[in-house]
């Protein structure tokens, strides 16, 4: 007898923590998912689109712009034709997808809506509608449209889906100001009875969808269309890989136009790699060669080190440092030259001399301050910044090589910032892209940071009227533009691979400023790697100068005379 309690008593323990275990499994595990089930059995609720906003030009055109489409939905409960006859029907719109998928979505039915198709054309919409199939519909989407295709692509970003299937800006502008372009999306709940329609007596709850704000950037139509064309054709006459050019004013930071080849279609982004999504403007790194020089030079004049009449007492032949031997990149020597001499010829042994009469710790001072190691603060999503090396670390291999630009690293944008700096009378001034941001009955400028001075205005001057001298007779004057009052200054750097600098490829740059006395743009143009000669004086100054010849009327810049 006793036995048989024990044995009901265990049989009775079992079943209450089986009852205890399947209670938890509905309250805790399944608990939000029977909420939801039972909510949707009385409650109807949709969510409420949110327009993304535009981005525009200086002039107000659009670089970027919402355009309706549909998204094709089924309810598979009310089909009535074969599954496999709509989705043969549906294919002939749907070219990229597979019947199967089609037909796999079509025989849910224990389901009331299955996406089909996203962002859809008002054209295939109608052409479905035409076939009047049972249980299709259509919600309303916004798809993204980039009326100049892959113009400007890498600093506009593109619309992409997230981990959660929503629309989301990915690098760029797109990216660095999702939140303000994606806005919020609306809400509306209502009561229902047991058929589905709405109580009118019920409670109600609508959230009002918030459209995005609307950028209006610096960058001119004009000028971008323009750099854009003849990177390209720069790059195909010099044989390069790859190449980028940007125009900012001096003055305020604004950028005018920014440009890199290869790029993309921002409408397709799926049809390319991930490595053309970055924007090598401001996320690639390169070693700058004699195009720094002039930020080396601004330095050393500005802490009184040399002047421009300065001579240099080493530069009658090639220098030993440690165990290095630097020379000149034609081998050709001008002993007693001038800091203005130094500059117009490039000569790696007289900024090794400037280098050396800064030194380390000064040199490392005044590149910080022209912003070299640092992110620029461009508002454009996937900036890099590689870093100086740390101060109070170089040794005199270190000073050399920086003095002409070798063994630093910068991005294009570092190095357009830095020289506007020289151009603005030693104001550095924060680049920006966007001018403007508004909504529906409002508006409101972009964020402005003030300049920060680097060097002196006096300093500026100087260097700039030797930037000025090396424009006219350095070794790209034969490409120059006479009569025009242009600063500028070439670089040809090796590109260093597996610890050392390969022998015959280099990354080609011209920088420069026009009117040198009231500049209108800096620009900087990079070729990656040019075939056709490995000299920036033969290829990247030739491409900023036939850019500048074709925007000077459009800047409404005169020659002197």
């Not at 980039?146 to 997230?162: C, I, M, N, R, T």
Request: with cysteine.
């Amino acid at each position: 007898m006793i036995r048989r309690i024990k044995i009901v008593s265990l049989l009775f323990a079992l079943l209450c923590i089986c009852l205890i275990a399947r209670l938890s499994y509905w309250q805790i595990v399944r608990g939000k998912a029977l909420s939801r089930e039972a909510s949707s059995q009385y409650e109807s609720s949709k969510v409420l689109f949110a327009n993304r906003g535009d981005i525009k030009a200086s002039d107000g055109s659009y670089w970027a712009m919402g355009n309706e489409a549909w998204l094709v939905y089924a309810n598979p409960q009310e089909i009535k034709e074969p599954p496999r006859s709509i989705a043969l029907k549906l294919n002939q719109f749907f070219k990229e997808d597979s019947e199967e998928r089609l037909i796999s979505f079509l025989e849910k039915k224990d389901l009331l809506w299955v996406p089909l198709k996203e962002k859809v054309s008002g054209e295939i919409k109608r052409g479905i509608e035409v076939l009047n199939i049972g249980g299709i519909g259509f919600e309303v989407q916004e798809m993204r449209f980039y009326p100049e295709a892959s113009v400007a692509a890498q600093l506009l970003g593109f619309v992409g889906k997230d981990e959660a299937g929503e629309d989301t800006g990915y690098f760029g502008l797109e990216g660095y100001y999702n939140l303000s372009l994606a806005g919020k999306p609306g809400f509306v709940g209502r009561e229902k009875d047991a058929a589905g329609a709405p109580i009118l007596l019920g409670g109600a709850r609508q959230v009002t969808a918030v459209s995005g704000v609307d950028l209006t950037t610096s960058l001119d139509k004009r000028i971008q269309l323009t750099i854009n064309r003849m990177l390209r054709e720069g790059i195909e006459r010099y044989g390069a890989k790859a190449g980028t050019v940007i125009l900012m004013n001096p003055e305020n930071g604004n950028v005018l136009g920014m440009e890199s080849y290869p790029s993309y279609d921002p409408l397709k982004y799926w049809d390319y790699g991930d490595t053309y999504f970055k924007n090598p403007a401001i996320s690639d790194s390169f070693e700058p060669g004699s195009v720094f020089k002039v930020l080396v030079m601004a330095a050393a004049l500005d802490a009184e080190a040399v002047k421009p009449d300065t001579k240099c007492d080493i530069c009658d032949g090639p220098l030993k440092v440690d165990k290095y031997l630097i020379e000149t990149w034609n081998k050709e020597y001008r002993p007693d030259s001038t800091m203005v001499d130094v500059l117009v010829h490039s000569d790696n042994v007289g900024m090794t001399f400037v280098g050396q009469k800064l030194g380390a710790d000064a040199l490392y001072d005044y590149l910080d301050k022209f912003g070299i190691g640092r992110p620029t603060g461009i508002d454009l999503q996937g900036e890099n910044a590689p870093a100086l090396r740390k101060k109070g670390t170089w040794n005199v291999v270190d000073l050399a090589t920086a003095s002409f630009g070798q063994g630093v690293a910068v991005t294009s944008m570092q190095m357009v910032r830095a020289v506007s700096a020289i151009a603005n009378g030693g104001v550095l001034v924060t680049p920006r892209v966007v001018q403007k941001i508004s909504g529906e009955g409002w508006e409101e400028s972009g964020k402005v940071i003030p300049g920060k001075k680097v060097i002196e205005a006096g300093t500026a001057q100087e260097i700039t009227a030797m930037m000025v001298e090396a424009a006219k007779y350095g070794e790209s004057q034969w490409t120059n533009l006479r009569g025009f009052k242009i600063a500028g200054k070439t670089g040809t750097a090796q590109i260093p691979i597996a610890g050392h600098y390969d022998p015959e490829k280099t990354n080609a740059s011209f920088i420069g400023f026009a009117p040198y006395d009231k500049p209108k743009f800096v620009m900087l143009v990079t070729l990656k790697e040019p075939s056709t000669s490995p000299w920036a004086s033969e290829t990247a100054a030739p491409l900023w100068y036939l850019i500048a010849k074709d925007l000077f009327p459009y800047f409404g810049i005169q020659p002197e005379d």
